[in-house]
């Protein structure tokens, strides 16, 4: 027998559960095209070069390949095992990576990058765009960790300006305060200052220090010690670190961003690192008290679009994590009632029996045409029957259309919650239903 569940990490959304990601997702739409951003989408797939490289040794683990197809396939097989035979395996070009040519996108900037590289003569100057589609990762699922998870990024392109970083992290707060957060923060660094820290403690490579610090606030100052430790960072280089990062420092970019912002939610925080390779400049996060990682970030990336051309482009952008966002909602009981609650319909409309099918189909476009949501229940039945499913979807309104309603031209109309009926003329209904 087939496993009836999805995939680990990935997941099935029940009506109420689409309702809730399409109310949030409409409000970061709408606050996103208040600060003048377009809408942009890119494939799922993506060439296999585009992605790999950009997003530093860990993330690089995380990109979902894709296998060749068909012959190529079989031939790159058919290779490797020629190459195992002749014990000639350490050959790059013919490392198992190249079973795959291409790859599920892991985010969306990089893809974003490579539109404006190659569209730049269509592109405005500066260009200002958002994206909300679902990205892949082959990571291990946890609690508001996903192996199929949607991203909502706003990017801006074509300026250095602090203003940038200012409107970026407006918009992301703005999003987090319409959707009732109060409790965030928005935390922010600069890679720069980060490098200079790393110098001063004698920390060697960088990379590897920066991706330990992006674990901090899920293993603590001894974890990330630890993996310092372990990615080869002298253990007094580790310290010393550890205990810059942890401290007040200034810093004149990220001093005028705050100015910028006028908002006592956004503070410095030395120890902020965002693991991505690609950033090169002010770096963001926004987190809450009751889930370990962010609700988003983001940063400047300045040279990623230079990658996929000769033009070097400066670029700046925020991700927010709708999933993350979805489950703190859901445990704090955020949503509006009427979103929270699974409705399928304002209306339900009765059968009679098979003769009268006709005359509930009609009342039903006239209703709609109300703008209201009708379902018409599916087959003759007794009324009993089709009043007790009607409470069992939550339908707040049922319109009857029984012998005697038919034969005056009336309808009753049946509030569910009060229970209460009234006969009224088709012109009267809206005077009752009150959605």
């Known amino acids: 027998m087939s496993k009836t569940n999805p995939a680990s990490g990935m997941r099935d959304f029940l009506p109420v559960d689409v309702r809730k990601r399409e109310y949030v997702i409409g409000i970061i739409k709408q606050t996103y095209e208040s600060y003048g951003y377009e809408p942009l989408e890119t494939p799922a797939v993506e060439n296999i070069e585009t992605l790999m490289g950009k997003y ?42 190249s079973l795959s040519d291409l790859a599920l996108r892991y985010d969306l900037t990089v893809p974003l990058a490579r539109v ?18 679902p990205v892949w990762r082959a990571d291990r699922p946890a609690r508001g960790r996903f192996r199929e998870f949607y991203q909502c990024d706003a990017d801006a392109i074509g300026s250095t ?52 610090l992006d674990k901090l606030d899920r293993i603590g100052q001894q974890g990330v010690l630890e ?39 956004v503070k410095i925080d030395p120890s902020l690192a965002r693991g991505l390779s690609y950033y090169t400049g002010t770096i963001m996060e926004i987190n809450v008290p009751d889930i370990a990682g962010s609700l988003g970030g983001g940063g400047r990336y300045d040279g990623l679009i230079g990658m996929f051309g000769k033009e070097q482009i400066p670029a700046c952008g925020f991700s927010l994590g709708l ?27 009765t059968i009679w029996n098979e003769e009268t099918i006709p005359e509930s189909l009609k009342l039903a476009d006239e209703l709609r045409k109300q703008n209201l949501r009708v379902l018409v229940y599916p087959e003759a039945d007794k009324l009993g029957k089709q009043i007790k499913y009607a409470d069992s979807i939550g339908v707040p309104f049922v319109c009857v259309l029984g012998e005697s309603e038919l034969a005056e031209g009336k ?4 509030n569910m919650k009060s229970g209460e009926q009234k006969v009224l003329e088709r012109d009267q209904i809206m005077q009752v239903i009150k959605i």
Do not use: W
């Open 161 to 212: 300006s602090a203003i940038i970083e200012a409107e970026i992290i407006s918009a992301a707060t703005d999003i987090l305060e319409r959707l009732g957060f109060d409790d965030f923060v928005v935390r922010i660094n600069h890679r720069q200052l980060l490098s200079q820290i790393a110098t001063d403690a004698g920390v060697t490579n960088e990379t590897e220090a920066f991706v330990a």
């Open 323 to 349: 999933e993350r966002i979805l489950v703190v909602m859901d445990e704090r009981g955020m949503f509006p009632p009427e979103i929270a609650e699974s409705r399928a319909a304002d209306v339900m409309v």
């Open 116 to 133: 404006v590289a190659d569209r730049r003569n269509e592109l405005p100057k500066f260009f200002k765009r958002y994206q909300i589609q």
């Open 56 to 97: 530093g040794e860990e993330g690089n683990q995380l990109v979902f390949k894709i296998l060749k197809r068909g012959e190529k396939l079989a031939e790159q097989l058919a290779e490797f095992g020629e190459l195992a035979e002749s014990s000639n395996s350490g050959n790059s070009a013919n490392s198992p990576n």
């Open 227 to 265: 993996e310092l430790v372990s990615r080869g960072v002298d253990q007094s280089a580790a310290e010393k670190f550890l205990s810059l990062v942890t401290s007040d420092i200034s810093n004149p970019e990220l001093d005028h961003v705050i100015e910028l912002c006028h908002s006592p939610k």
């Open 411 to 414: 309808v009753t109309v049946k």
